[in-house]
C-alpha cells in the first residue's frame, strides 16, 4: 500500500514519519508533496491507496483539497483521507469532512488507522468512498417497526439499530450519528433523557422523535428541547425518508454556518494578535501570526488580482 502526504512547505514532518515508520510503511511507499501541482503531479504518476494531509498547504485548503482529490480526473479508484488534527485552526464539523470524504485524526493515532485501512475488509475505514453516504441510527424497541425503518433507509444510508435505551444511547456516543430516529418509550432509558443526553453533548445533533403519542404538548415541549421533528404513527415509508433528507440538509447547512463563524471568530483574533505584534515591532511575531492567517485563508490570488491590490489605495 503507498500513501500520499500533504503537507504545508514549512511544516515539520518528522511526527508524520515516525507514524509512517510504526505503521510499516517503508520511504518508498511514502510520497511528500507541498504544493496543488505536486499533489496532482503525484496522482497522476504514483498509485496512491491513502492520502494523508494538513488542513492547509500552500494555496489550497482541506476543503478544495478534497474536492480535488475527489474529482473525475484524479479519483479512478476510491481511497482514504486522513486530515491530521493538529494542523487544524479550529474544529472540523464531521458532517462536513463526511461530504467531502476525508476523516480527522491526532497524529498520534495515524499509525494505527492506517494499520487498520490494510487489513484486508478495512477498505472503507477511515475515508468515505461514498462521501455522501450518511449515518442514521435508529433506536425502537418495535422490532418490526425499526425492521421496516431500516429496511427503507439502508440503500441510503448507513444505518444502525437498537432496541433499548441505554443501548442506543452508548451506540450514538460511540459513533455520533448524523441523524437519530428515536423512540419515546424505551425500556432502560427513556427517548426524553436520551434526547436531553444528546443535545447536551452536541446541540446541533438531528433528531426524529418517532412515536405513537400524538400530544401537541408534549411535541412541543421534545422540540423546546432540542428535537428536530415530532413524526406521528403511523407514518409512509416515503415521508420517512423526505424528512430525513429534509434534515440532512438542514444540520449541513447549520454545521457550514457554524464553521463559518468559528473561523471568522479565529480571524478576527489573529488580526487583533497581528496589530499589536506591529505596533510593538514584534518581527517574527509578526510573521508567525501571518503564517497562521495564510494556513486559515489559502493565497490563491491570480498575478493580476496581486498586481490590484498592491496597486489599491486604503
Known amino acids: 500500500m503507498n500513501v500520499l502526504?500533504?503537507?504545508?512547505?514549512?511544516?515539520?514532518?518528522?511526527?508524520?514519519?515516525?507514524?509512517?515508520?510504526?505503521?510499516?510503511?517503508?520511504?518508498?511507499?511514502?510520497?511528500?508533496?507541498?504544493?496543488?501541482?505536486?499533489?496532482?503531479?503525484?496522482?497522476?504518476?504514483?498509485?496512491?491507496?491513502?492520502?494523508?494531509?494538513?488542513?492547509?498547504?500552500?494555496n489550497m485548503d482541506i476543503w478544495r483539497l478534497s474536492t480535488l482529490i475527489n474529482s473525475l480526473r484524479f479519483s479512478t479508484q476510491p481511497r482514504p483521507t486522513f486530515l491530521l488534527k493538529e494542523t487544524c485552526e479550529i474544529d472540523i464539523p464531521l458532517l462536513l469532512a463526511k461530504e467531502y470524504g476525508f476523516t480527522v485524526v491526532s497524529i498520534d493515532d495515524l499509525a494505527g488507522r492506517l494499520i487498520a485501512v490494510r487489513e484486508p475488509g478495512n477498505g472503507r475505514f477511515g475515508?468515505?468512498?461514498?462521501?455522501?453516504?450518511?449515518?442514521v441510527l435508529i433506536i425502537e424497541d418495535d422490532k418490526d417497526a425499526s425492521l421496516t425503518a431500516c429496511h427503507a433507509l439502508k440503500d441510503l444510508y448507513d444505518v444502525d439499530v437498537a432496541d433499548d435505551g441505554l443501548s442506543g444511547y452508548e451506540l450514538w456516543?460511540?459513533?455520533?450519528h448524523d441523524l437519530v430516529l428515536l423512540d419515546l418509550m424505551l425500556p432502560n432509558l427513556s427517548g426524553e433523557d436520551i434526547l436531553s443526553n444528546m443535545i447536551v453533548i452536541n446541540k446541533h445533533q438531528s433528531?426524529?422523535?418517532?412515536?405513537?403519542?400524538?400530544?401537541?404538548?408534549?411535541?412541543?415541549?421534545?422540540?423546546?428541547?432540542?428535537a428536530s421533528e415530532y413524526l406521528c404513527k403511523p407514518f409512509s415509508l416515503d415521508a420517512l425518508k423526505a424528512l430525513c433528507q429534509k434534515l440532512l440538509n438542514k444540520s449541513k447547512l447549520l454545521h457550514q454556518a457554524h464553521y463559518a463563524e468559528a473561523?471568522?471568530?479565529a480571524i478576527r483574533n489573529r488580526v487583533w494578535l497581528l496589530d499589536y505584534a506591529l505596533s510593538q515591532n514584534e518581527g517574527d511575531r509578526v510573521k508567525e501570526i501571518m503564517a497562521?492567517?495564510?494556513g486559515m485563508l489559502p493565497n490563491n490570488l491570480t498575478e493580476d488580482e496581486k498586481i490590484s491590490l498592491i496597486a489599491r489605495e486604503f
Open 5 to 58: 502526504v500533504v503537507t504545508d512547505p514549512f511544516s515539520d514532518t518528522a511526527a508524520i514519519k515516525a507514524q509512517m515508520t510504526a505503521a510499516g510503511f517503508s520511504t518508498e511507499s511514502v510520497v511528500y508533496v507541498k504544493s496543488a501541482r505536486a499533489l496532482m503531479d503525484a496522482l497522476l504518476i504514483h498509485r496512491c491507496d491513502v492520502i494523508v494531509a494538513e488542513y492547509a498547504i500552500a
Open 127 to 135: 475515508g468515505a468512498m461514498n462521501p455522501a453516504r450518511h449515518s
Open 173 to 176: 456516543e460511540a459513533k455520533h
Open 207 to 226: 433528531v426524529i422523535i418517532v412515536t405513537a403519542l400524538d400530544k401537541p404538548r408534549l411535541q412541543h415541549k421534545l422540540l423546546l428541547n432540542g
Open 263 to 265: 473561523k471568522l471568530n
Open 292 to 294: 497562521s492567517l495564510k
